[in-house]
């Protein structure tokens, strides 16, 4: 019972740590503007991470579809933080 207990502790204790070190955006910077081959209309954006690296972003429908990647139409959000949250979770 009690390396069970034990057990659960240290689990619980090294996911709390992994998700304290995970990379989070620190800050958004707006790019180039663009056209997509159908038409729609796009904003470029770079996100930079805790961890020092760099992540495109672009946004959809005067800014209301986040996607991540450059020119991306996947993995997107509505919101601008979620996705720079999950490109930085990526990096």
Request: with cysteine.
């Amino acid at each position: 019972m009690k390396r069970t207990v034990l057990a659960l502790t240290t689990t619980a204790l090294m996911t709390v740590s992994f998700c304290a070190i995970a990379a989070k955006p620190v800050k958004i910077t707006p790019g180039a503007k663009g056209v997509a081959s159908d038409g729609a209309a796009f904003r470029g954006y770079v996100v930079q991470c805790s961890n020092g690296k760099k992540q495109p972003l672009t946004a959809w429908n005067n800014g209301r579809k986040w996607c991540i990647g450059q020119e991306s139409q996947e993995n997107c959000s509505k919101k601008q933080i979620k996705a720079a949250k999950k490109a930085c979770k990526l990096s």
